[in-house]
């Protein structure tokens, strides 16, 4: 019960203050009036420029929660079942340092990272792969792989309760009852850690949808 009222207070309340927010009139300085209207979604599906940055905006959601998930899961089950000790301790270290610095410290990394002069491009000119610095900065896929970066911890997080939540006995009962690996994964891990995935897709995507500092540094 205690849970639900929290959801409840912390998270549905602000998001049902929010919606009756958007739907209310607004005068020249953004000052709520009285009432309800449509204009402001009008605004937004009929502005082109509104219109495909929602629609950017929804794509590169989709694509950074896919990815998240995806490197995130072999990272989750080794610290979930495969890790022990210094190793366990070493590998979540790693994995959840990025959320020791800011958003902005880790946006400004990046744009040393790929700038002209920055360690991306003096590697690929060493290795002989291009002649001049690429222009990484403000590259929609540098900036796909900051956002990555950036939120990859949280689907680490979700899948790591999920999969360390399964019991042995039914990994070891798949098993003795001749599964392989692969058919265990499939039958059996997959979708006892739907939760988890579902939980870091729904929290990576809602991040990225609401993500500002990181394309706009990175990306321009």
Request: glycine share 6%; with cysteine; proline share 6%.
């Amino acid at each position: 019960m205690l849970p639900t009222v929290f959801v409840l207070v912390a998270f549905l309340l602000p998001l049902a203050g929010l919606l009756v927010l958007s739907l209310r009139p607004t005068d020249a300085f953004n000052f709520a009036l009285p009432g309800f209207s449509l204009r402001q979604y009008r605004e937004v599906l009929t502005t082109p420029y509104l219109y495909r940055s929602l629609l950017e905006s929804l794509s590169l959601a989709v694509r950074v929660s896919v990815t998240c998930l995806v490197l995130a899961y072999p990272v989750a089950w080794y610290l979930a079942r495969a890790a022990h000790g210094w190793r366990k301790t070493l590998v979540f270290t790693v994995t959840l340092s990025p959320l020791l610095a800011s958003e902005v410290v880790r946006s400004f990394g990046w744009r040393i990272v790929m700038a002209g002069e920055g360690p991306v491009n003096r590697t690929l000119q060493a290795l002989g792969l291009t002649d001049a610095s690429l222009p990484l900065l403000r590259s929609p896929w540098t900036v796909f792989l900051a956002v990555v970066h950036v939120l990859l911890p949280f689907a680490v997080i979700a899948l790591t309760a999920s999969l360390g939540a399964i019991d042995d006995a039914v990994l070891r009962a798949s098993a003795d009852l001749g599964a392989s690996a692969a058919q265990t994964f499939r039958r059996v891990v997959l979708p006892l850690s739907a939760p988890g995935l579902v939980a870091g897709a729904v929290i990576v995507f809602s991040l990225t949808m609401g993500i500002y500092v990181t394309p706009l540094l990175v990306g321009g």
